[in-house]
C-alpha cells in the first residue's frame, strides 16, 4: 500500500514564527502536492513537486514556499505564519494517475 | 482548462437508500476522472478512478461510477446507503497523462449525511 505520512495531525503556532510542515511517501513517486483544505473552498493547491529541487507554483502560493531535497520528502513552509493561514493542509503524491493522500496536519495560527 | 461541478454541497439519504452523487467536468482532452471520500479529520482516500476502457467503475464500499462522455459527467452511486458512509466525497479531474506532472482539478466537495 502507498503510505504517505505528514510529521503532525495538529499544530499550534504563533504568529510570525516559521513553521515547517513534513511530508514523506514511501513509494517512489515523482509528484508530490501541497493543498490546503477550508469550509466552502474545497482543496486548493499551494505548490507542487515534479522532481527533486523541481517545483512549480499552484493556486495559492502567496505566503509560502517549499522543499524538495530527497524524492521521498516534501516540505512546506510558511516563512511568518499569519492567523489567516490557520487551515488544514494536505500531502499527496502520485505517479501516472490519481494521488494518494496524507492525513492532513491542522495548522492553528494564533 | 479543466473543471469540475459539484451541484449543492450537501445530500441527506436514509440508510437503505440509494446514494447519488454528481459531478460534472469540463477538459479541453479526454480526461481521467477520479471520486475520493474524506472522513472527518482524516485526509482524502481515492474511491475509485477511471483512465481508460470500461467507463462503469466499480471502488471500494460497493461505489461505483459511470463515464458519459455526451454528458460530461461522472455520477457516483451506491445502491444502498450505510451509516459509515456519511463523509465528504470530492469529484477531480486530470487531462491524461502526458508529462512531468498529474495536477489534479477538484470540485468543492458534498457532505453525505445518513439518516438511521
Known amino acids: 500500500d502507498v503510505k504517505v505520512t505528514q510529521s503532525s495531525r495538529y499544530l499550534v503556532k504563533r504568529t510570525g514564527e516559521k513553521v515547517f510542515l513534513e511530508c514523506v511517501q514511501d513509494?517512489?513517486?515523482?509528484?508530490m502536492f501541497w493543498y490546503r483544505q477550508d469550509p466552502g473552498l474545497g482543496l486548493r493547491l499551494i505548490y507542487f513537486?515534479?522532481?527533486?529541487?523541481?517545483?512549480e507554483k499552484g493556486d495559492i502560493p502567496e505566503g509560502y514556499s517549499v522543499s524538495r531535497e530527497k524524492k521521498e520528502r516534501f516540505s512546506l513552509i510558511l516563512e511568518s505564519a499569519s492567523t489567516n493561514q490557520t487551515s488544514m493542509y494536505l500531502c499527496?503524491?502520485?505517479?501516472?494517475?490519481?494521488?494518494?493522500f496524507g492525513p492532513g496536519t491542522r495548522l492553528t495560527v494564533l | 482548462a479543466q473543471s469540475v461541478t459539484q451541484l449543492g454541497s450537501h445530500v441527506s439519504v436514509s440508510e437503505g437508500a440509494l446514494v447519488l452523487l454528481r459531478c460534472n467536468y469540463s477538459?479541453?482532452?479526454?480526461?481521467?476522472l477520479f471520486w475520493y471520500v474524506q472522513y472527518p479529520n482524516q485526509g482524502l482516500q481515492l474511491l475509485l478512478k477511471?483512465?481508460?476502457?470500461?467507463?462503469l467503475v466499480k471502488g471500494i464500499n460497493g461505489f461505483e461510477a459511470e463515464f458519459k462522455k455526451s454528458e460530461t459527467s461522472f455520477h457516483l452511486t451506491k445502491p444502498s446507503a450505510h451509516m459509515s458512509d456519511a463523509a465528504e466525497y470530492f469529484c477531480?479531474?486530470?487531462?491524461?497523462?502526458?508529462?512531468?506532472?498529474?495536477?489534479?482539478?477538484f470540485g468543492k466537495g458534498i457532505t453525505l449525511s445518513v439518516r438511521p
Open positions: 499527496a503524491s502520485s505517479f501516472a494517475s490519481g494521488q494518494y
Open positions: 513509494m517512489d513517486h515523482e509528484n
Open positions: 513537486s515534479y522532481d527533486v529541487k523541481m517545483k
Open positions: 477538459s479541453s482532452v479526454p480526461p481521467y
Open positions: 477511471y483512465t481508460t476502457g470500461a467507463t
Open positions: 477531480a479531474v486530470n487531462m491524461k497523462f502526458t508529462g512531468a506532472n498529474s495536477k489534479l482539478t
